[in-house]
């Protein structure tokens, strides 16, 4: 059986709150589990006590093969339960495809104002030379 450590979501409408819990991987997301290890919620500030986990058991959990999804890995990881490695994704901060053909059109526009503008004001340069 393929164990998750994941988060529950409970709380109303607007006003999020999650349980931290074991539950095996083809159970719905707010549906039967085995454990519950602790709480989550988003509303208190971050300097505050936002996540609570029971350590022993998620050592335990993890020590039976129990996988935390990455939400929950980034709370181990806080805690210095368990080690995230930190991920790099260079292309994210890149614009998509047609923001990058539109930039590209907006720079052959001024490339060719700028190529009128001084085409216009090179005869008007010479004109000015020839008349003195």
Do not use: C
């Amino acid at each position: 059986m393929a164990l998750k450590i994941r988060l529950a979501r409970a709380g109303s409408k607007k006003r999020p709150y999650y349980h931290v819990v074991v539950a095996d991987a083809r159970s719905p997301r707010d549906g039967r589990f085995i454990e519950s290890l602790g709480s989550w919620n988003p509303l208190l500030p971050k300097d505050g006590e936002r996540i609570k986990v029971d350590a022993d058991r998620v050592k335990h959990w993890l020590s039976h093969g129990a996988q935390p999804t990455d939400r929950v890995l980034r709370f181990l990881d806080e805690a210095g339960l368990a080690k995230r490695e930190a991920r790099s994704n260079p292309k994210k901060a890149e614009p998509g495809k047609k923001a990058q053909e539109r930039a590209a059109l907006l720079k052959k526009a001024q490339e060719d104002a700028a190529a009128a503008a001084s085409a216009a004001a090179a005869p008007a340069e010479a004109e000015a030379a020839t008349a003195e």
